[in-house]
C-alpha cells in the first residue's frame, strides 16, 4: 500500500501517483502501527523467500519482528516526506 505508491513515482516521477494513493498509504502505516507492541511489529510475511535450512517459503532465518518493524519505519517516512 505504500511501497508500491513510492517505487511507482520514482521510476515515473508522477506525484500523481502519490496523491491518488495517499489515503490509503496513512492508513496501512496507521494500521501497521497498531499492530506494534512495545514498538515491535511482529505481522507480516517476514523474509518470506530467506534461504535456510527448509525450503524457502514463510520466513526461517529473519523474525517477522524485524521485517515488520522495518517496514513500518519506511512506510512512515515515507508517508512524512
Do not use: H
Not at 31 to 38: F, Q
Not at 65 to 79: E, P, V
Amino acid at each position: 500500500m505504500v511501497l508500491a505508491p513510492w517505487a511507482a513515482y520514482r521510476f515515473y516521477g508522477n506525484a500523481t501517483i502519490l496523491a491518488d494513493n495517499y489515503a490509503a498509504m496513512e492508513r496501512y502505516t496507521r494500521y501497521l502501527e497498531s499492530r506494534a507492541v512495545d514498538g515491535l511489529v511482529d505481522f507480516g510475511l517476514g523474509d518470506w523467500f530467506d534461504v535456510g535450512p527448509k525450503k524457502p517459503g514463510e520466513a526461517q532465518l529473519t523474525s517477522k519482528a524485524f521485517t515488520g518493524t522495518a517496514t513500518r519505519g519506511a512506510c512512515a517516512g515515507w508517508c512524512r516526506r
